[in-house]
């Protein structure tokens, strides 16, 4: 059984392109070019050489000595907080606004939660010199000041959202307002493996690095391409679905994604999708989603602003309903700790959302030979103001 993206788009049940009517050419010119554009010798060549030039990969896997010891297992770390601008999302950024230039676009636009994207898509934009624009959540842009500075600076107009819940969600939403209204110049680069096809499948082909690097580093290391476990939060998943890629239909390796439980999965104020969310369309695609009885989104809640999102992308919502991926849900507490726990032991500050992740090593037990895997995915500097305040510093 094969868990990657099949040839109409979907993954099991989930995925497909639900898109107006306006959309279907853009989408539709994408979906039928991306794979030769992506298989395209100049392509590849121009992609891994920003990879390796502009963006610093390979990235390290770092083994944490004494974080391992702390829970008596092997754990590595996937080191892409050490990428330029501090987290994944670069990774496809680059790949996209390639594939922008090869469409003749000239116009970008983009959402952010966390703002990592949203940084991201900008330092692109400025590096090829083309326009940007980047819709956030109002709450968003309030609690990831430091981001919007950098947007700005790196000269991207962004643009608050001040609907619904006023995040990631709603900030959405706005753009894909944008890109009806501007079908023929605009590009829109989605961060996340959420949206129509082809988007989750270009984006986490465009991730898939991070799994390709990891096999050969270690390779290295432990004398074996596959871990026993490899782990990454999942908000709409762009970082989870990088590491996982080349293990997806390696059964041995085992895969665990690890959702936002908030203050607690049945208090109202959760993202944790797998344990909450049922069939739905979101953002252009049928995946598990937080709703209510007569099908309208429910607010999710999260306080890493790149995990508060009200479901999951469809490569992940088939991992869990086929079981092939391990679902665990962490709290604010929980995460909250663990960060703080991993700058201690390791001297590294995770994102909040990375947090969640380290957070498992508490929840559940490794054996002390098996080789666990944690995407890393980005950095603590843009979440400085939320430990401050949660720890007080």
């Known amino acids: 059984m094969s868990y990657q993206v099949n040839e109409k788009g979907y993954y099991g049940d989930f995925g497909g392109a639900f898109i107006p009517e306006m959309l279907y050419p853009n989408v539709e010119e994408l979906r039928s ?32 000595e004494r974080f391992s010891e702390k829970f008596g297992t092997k754990i590595y770390l996937k080191r892409e907080d050490l990428c330029h601008t501090g987290a994944h999302k670069v990774n496809n ?34 590096l090829m010199g083309i326009e940007c ?46 890109w009806i209204n501007n079908p023929v110049d605009t590009h829109y680069i989605i961060g996340s493996v959420v949206g129509p096809h082809p988007y989750p499948d270009m984006v986490a082909r465009f991730q898939s690095v991070i799994s390709e690097e990891v096999k050969k580093q270690l390779q290295e290391k432990e004398d074996r391409e596959a871990p026993d476990h490899v782990v990454a939060c999942v ?16 059964e041995k390796v085992n895969i665990i994604a690890v959702e936002a439980a908030g203050e607690g999965i049945l208090t109202g104020k959760s993202a944790a999708t797998s344990a909450l969310g049922r069939e739905g369309i979101i953002h252009g695609s049928k995946t598990l989603l937080m ?6 989104i429910t607010e999710p809640y999260s306080i890493s602003a790149g995990l508060d999102y009200p479901g999951v992308g469809p490569m992940h919502a088939n991992l869990f309903r086929t079981g092939r991926g391990e679902f665990i849900s962490v709290t ?4 909250m700790a663990a960060g703080l726990q991993l700058c201690k032991l390791e001297g590294i500050i995770p994102a909040i959302e990375t947090a969640h992740a380290l957070a498992i090593f508490d929840k559940r037990k490794f054996e002390k030979d098996e080789v666990v895997v ?14 401050i305040e949660h720890f007080n510093l």
């Open 374 to 387: 944690v995407n890393l995915s980005g950095r603590g500097d843009k979440d400085l103001n939320t430990y």
């Open 332 to 335: 604010d507490e929980e995460a």
């Open 93 to 126: 950024t680059i790949g996209q606004i390639l594939m922008a230039k090869r469409l003749g676009k000239n116009r970008i636009i983009a959402e952010t939660g966390a703002g990592q994207h949203g940084v991201a898509t900008a330092t692109v934009c400025a």
């Open 133 to 178: 624009v980047v819709y956030m959540g109002e709450i968003d842009i309030k609690r990831q000041a430091p981001n919007v500075a950098r947007m700005k600076m790196l000269g991207a107009t962004v643009v608050p959202a001040k609907s619904g819940s006023r995040t990631l969600k709603d900030a959405t939403n706005e753009a894909i307002r944008d």
């Open 33 to 64: 070019r991306y794979l030769n554009i992506m298989q395209e010798e100049s392509f590849q060549k121009e992609f891994r050489q920003l990879l390796k030039d502009y963006v610093g990969r390979p990235t390290p896997l770092y083994f944490a």
């Open 235 to 250: 908000g709409g998943g762009s970082n989870a679905a990088g590491i996982y890629y080349h293990y997806l239909d390696n």
């Open 291 to 296: 709703q209510t009885d007569d099908g309208q």
